[in-house]
């Protein structure tokens, strides 16, 4: 940090407030929003708190600038402790700053204000995150990102009327969906998804693409979450559809989790595409379900366990055994058929039970029974037992149905 004299500091404060003040009253949103993000380490506003720092204390707004004065007073504040590393505390005073905003553009009838809106909910966030971080290395309770979901709920309330303002509900959505997705507490997204879907204030197709990608991103791991594979796959897809291609680190989070949805609905991916993303943890999980080989499977999903529990789409993924057991079955007709087609539909349950020991899974008569009962009853297998030969005899047309994009029935 430079020193700086007291003269200088003053110049930098008066400078600071005179940008505030004009940017306010030329309604210029983007000159507003530079002003709000400190996150951006901008040498202006790190200049700014060294200035601020000068005076060991918050320096109060002049009379001049008294109208702003419940928003400038404590963004000083977090300003100079942002400065200093102290996160939280400087997440503590952001968030009087942003009440205090909130509050003011509430007020203020057209939403010129919007780009400092989003910057606003923004630092909110980072903040908060940063902050809660800071907070567990001191072994203290981590409670400021609960703190700014709720206060971006209040802003969500204010964009999610009528009026011009209402375009901002969806960017302040996707905070609000960061937000709870790493609380933990997904269960909070409902009202904002209900707001957004149910609520006839806006046309999805009007929100800018970028808050579209991100609301569809989110939204779809929801449905993962709630295992509601179509309604998944209809969302992740969007959002790797219009996500900018560009931008590779975005499209690989999108598919780690569109992978495995369309898996479940029985469509493989490309090689390259996982290749090309570095995707390789789904390398060998696509070659268990090629082969019908439930060891490699089961490998698969061990050698990544930790990864795919992160993601949380273990339990998809795990679920992915039946489809194995499908195409086992199926390559195990195939080579029935070459030998003898007139009784390739009658395939013994020890033949099952052979190939199975051959893949080193240890399974008896009765247990591989139960699996195909299960195949039979699911849809994944056409045919039908005949008990005291233990034989499954399977139907002479189509004995192996394809899942076309749905998922497999519960």
């Known amino acids: 940090m430079a020193y700086l004299s007291l003269g200088e500091s003053h110049r930098r404060i008066t400078d600071y407030l005179n940008r505030f003040s004009d940017a306010v009253c030329s309604q210029d949103g983007s000159a507003l929003s530079n002003l709000l993000s400190f996150s951006s380490n901008s040498p202006y506003l790190l200049s700014l708190a060294d200035a601020l720092n000068v005076f060991h204390g918050a320096k109060q707004p002049d009379q001049k600038y008294a109208q702003f004065g419940e928003i400038i007073a404590p963004l000083f504040r977090s300003l100079q402790n942002y400065r200093l590393g102290n996160i939280a505390d400087a997440y503590q005073a952001f ?137 998944a796959d209809h969302k992740l897809s969007y959002a790797w559809t219009h996500c900018d291609p560009r931008n590779e680190a975005n499209v690989r989070m999108i598919l780690k989790y569109l992978i495995p949805v369309k898996l479940s609905i029985g469509i493989l991916p490309q090689g390259w595409l996982l290749k090309r993303y570095n995707l390789v943890e789904y390398r060998n999980v696509v070659l268990a379900l090629k082969r019908g080989d439930l060891r490699l499977l089961r490998v698969a999903l061990l050698e990544h366990e930790d990864r795919f529990l992160r993601s949380g789409v273990f339990l998809v993924l795990e679920k992915l055994e039946l489809q194995v057991y499908q195409r086992l079955l199926k390559k195990i007709y195939i080579i029935q058929k070459q030998k003898d087609p007139s009784r390739a539909h009658q395939m013994k349950l020890e033949v099952i039970v052979k190939a199975l020991r051959w893949l080193e899974i240890d399974m008896d008569l009765d247990e591989v029974e139960c699996i195909v009962a299960t195949l039979i009853f699911k849809n994944l297998v056409k045919g039908y037992f005949a008990h005291k030969s233990k034989v499954v005899v399977l139907s002479k047309q189509d004995p192996f149905p394809k899942l076309n994009g749905k998922p497999v029935s519960s």
Request: net charge positive.
């Open 95 to 231: 968030e009087k700053a942003a009440h205090a905003f909130t509050q003011e553009f509430r007020d203020w009838e057209s939403a010129w204000a919007l780009e400092a809106v989003y910057a606003v909910a923004y630092e909110t966030r980072v903040l908060a995150e940063r902050a809660d971080r800071e907070l567990a290395s001191y072994g203290k309770s981590p409670e400021k990102l609960k703190g700014a979901g709720s206060l971006l709920m209040r802003i969500f309330g204010v964009l999610a009327g009528k009026g011009p303002k209402r375009v901002g509900a969806l960017y302040v959505a996707c905070q609000l969906l960061k937000i709870y997705f790493k609380l933990g507490t997904v269960h909070l997204c409902r009202s904002v998804v209900r707001s957004i879907e149910t609520a006839r204030f806006f046309e999805f197709e009007e929100f800018p693409k970028r808050d579209k990608v991100t609301y569809m991103y989110y939204t779809g791991r929801l449905e993962v979450f709630n295992e509601n594979f179509p309604a």
